[in-house]
């Protein structure tokens, strides 16, 4: 099994930053792609941004250029780096693991989330 843990979450007003951290433990070996995922009040869980095994980053275009995914692969700690938030982007975000090397497959693995909140 994996456990993983957010943390970073927080409120911020327009055009702020945040950076979320995502600490994985027990069987990091099974772990191959990582992904952020948000999810709003009343809508349904988006992907955000994920990257796969070989370290390829994927961002939802609602994000692009603003939110930037890293990680620490011996660890899999996963990071996202929020810029120029909007308070769209106000939702609950989660970290998701997966088995599979590409982000586009199920993920097996999902942390608690952590809120973020972008007030106007």
């Known amino acids: 099994q994996v456990q993983l843990v957010e943390s970073g979450g927080g409120s911020v007003h327009f055009g702020g930053s945040l950076r979320l951290s995502c600490a994985a433990s027990?069987?990091?070996?099974?772990?191959?792609?990582m992904g952020w995922y948000r999810q709003a009040p009343g809508k349904e869980r988006e992907l955000v941004a994920g990257?796969?095994?070989?370290?390829?980053?994927y961002y939802a275009d609602v994000v692009k250029g603003r939110f930037t995914i890293s990680r620490v692969r011996a660890t899999n700690t996963l990071f996202l780096q929020m810029t120029s938030l909007k308070p769209e982007g106000t939702a609950m975000y989660y970290c998701?693991?997966?088995?599979?090397?590409?982000?586009?497959?199920?993920?097996?693995?999902w942390g608690k989330g952590t809120l973020v909140t972008v007030s106007s």
């Open positions: 027990g069987s990091i070996f099974s772990i191959n792609a």
């Open positions: 990257i796969s095994t070989e370290g390829d980053p």
């Open positions: 998701a693991a997966s088995e599979y090397v590409n982000v586009e497959y199920p993920m097996a693995f």
